[in-house]
Every structure is written in C-alpha cells, then in structure tokens.
C-alpha cells in the first residue's frame, strides 16, 4: 500500500501518541533493478500491519519479521536483501539473499519507535528532585507532583502537577518519595492511579506503619500491600543523589522484568503452556518463514510447502519438482 510522506508521518505520530511501538522502515540504498528507491518509507506496527512502500515480493515479508525482532530488542538494524547471499557479510548488516527477489539489492534501515515508560514521581524531596533528571536520561517520561510543584523544582520534569490530583496521569511506575512530608496523602494518590507498581521510600518499620493506616482508610488491602518498600537496589546508599540513584536502579530492573513477562505471555497459549514456534524454508528463495503465520501455503505430494510471497507460491505451482528436488 502507497502512502504519501505526509500521510505516513501523520500516522506514526498517530501511533506515537496513543504510545504504541511501531518500527519505522526506510530503503537507505538500491540497486536497480528494484521497485523502491532510496528515500521510500513504511512503517510497521507491532502486529506485523505495514504501512508504505519499501517494495514487494521477498521485500516486505523480509522487513516485517525484522521489524517484529527489533520492537522486541529495541534495538535498530540494518539490513540488506539482494538476490544472493554469499560468504561475505558486512559488518553491522544483516543479509537476506532471496532469489525471488527482481534482482537488484535494497539496504534497508530498521528504527523501532517505542512508546517511553511513564514515571509518577510524587513528592518533593531532594532525592526526588534527583531522580527526575536521572530517570529522563535513562529513557522515563517523569510526572511530578506535589503541592507547591513548579519548574524550578523539577526543570527535567515532562509534567508538573502543583498537589496530588494525579486522575489524569496513566503511569507505569510510581515512586513516592515524600519522606515525612504529607506521606500519607501521597501514598493515596498513587493507589488511586491503579498502577502495578508503586515504591515507596522508606524503612520496613516506617512503610508498615502507612500501610496499616492505609488498609484502614482506603480498604483496599491487595494494593496496599503490593506497595514495595523498602525499593531499590542495596548500595548502602546516604546522599539524596545515591538514593534516587538506588531507586532508579531497581526501576530499571522491574521495566526489563516486565518486557520479559510480556514476551513469555504473549508466546503462551491460553492453556499456559508455551506456544512452540514452527518454521519453514520457502523451497524458491530460501527464507524462513514462520508456519502459524504463512499466507501463502502449498501441498504437492501429500506434503505442506510454505512461502513468504506470492510469487514464490507461483513459482513452485509451475515448477514443483524442481524446487522440491533441490
């Protein structure tokens, strides 16, 4: 499908908004002969939905597994379709040698677009006001808030809330660091935010205290006690600095856990037990393709043949012995 620059821009910044990752693909070099030329865009979603033109055949098929891979690494790649794929691999590149291809080569750059977790960090504290700025440079959209909130506080700050009306936040993490100063009326507002992971900083001895004037106050006895405290990692941290820093660390950790939570789920079917991925090699142009997922399928002597595009399909109904036999 051929979208205009303008209309693919407008919807990666659709997707971005609605914070779901998507890859964004451009054809950095051809070629010829080849359908795209340098500069061609698309975007991939992460259902595999493309968007765009980077060309067709093994094209497209090549660059949607790819980008699937590199939404879950997040990290971006480069890649190279052409017709063969010989010994020799450029550094930093990935080859994809596929003889259903037209015959000219595309070096195609992968970028995953993901959406930055959001970081409700209540109180105003001085390990507070330092763990916002170290929370932006390890990739967190930090929200703070606390009565008397302002730039001057929190200037690294994405937002800034003057009290604890946190309904319109949707954060994955919330910190509460008040420290003494209105701990209980910022310990209510993070509850009301719904969100899976709530930390507080304080000692065990101070934090059951709270919690046990928080089951009394709220009833909600599940999320008050799924509130972590003591949080961070153990560097026998003093400073307000090495705090927020301690803090920081054990964020990070549950961010990565949870992605890795996610991977197994989705990859588990409703029974619980793990999904085992079946793959294929398309006979015509060598590429793998994963069977749960194949469009193009074909049976010749009682066996099942998959392949990634319409044309290898074509190819092999014409010709099966020849692709079978070799």
Known sequence: MRMESDALLYRAASLKSERKPFALITVVRAVSPTSAKPGAKAIVEADGVIQGWIGGGCAQPAVIKMAKKVLKEGQARLIRISPTKDGYVEEGITNFGMACHSGGTLDIFIDPVIARPVLLLIGAT????????????????????????????????????????VADVVPDFVIVATQGKLDEQ????????????????????KSDKLKS????????????DAIISPIGLEIDAVTPEEIALSVLAGLVKARRQA?????????????????????????????????????????????DYYFCCGGCLHRFQNEPRKYVSA
């Not at 916002?132 to 001057?152: C, K, M």
């Not at 969100?195 to 001895?205: H, V």
């Not at 004037?213 to 008050?224: H, N, P, T």
């Open 259 to 303: 992605v890795e939570v996610e991977e197994v789920q989705s990859a588990s079917c409703c029974g619980g037990s793990r999904e085992v991925e079946i793959s294929a090699i398309d006979t015509v142009c060598g590429m793998s393709v994963e069977v749960k997922d194949a469009e193009f399928h074909s049976k010749y002597n009682d066996k």
């Open 186 to 205: 910022g310990l209510e507002a993070a509850i009301t935010t719904g969100a899976d992971y709530i930390g507080f900083i304080a000692s065990k001895t």
């Open 126 to 165: 001085a390990a507070a006001q330092a763990l916002v700025g170290l929370a932006q440079r390890v990739g967190f959209s930090v929200t703070a808030a606390f009565p008397g909130a302002d730039s001057e506080m929190f200037p690294e700050a994405d937002n800034i809330i003057d009290g604890f009306d």
């Open 213 to 224: 004037y928080l089951k009394e106050s709220c009833g909600d006895v599940l999320r008050v």
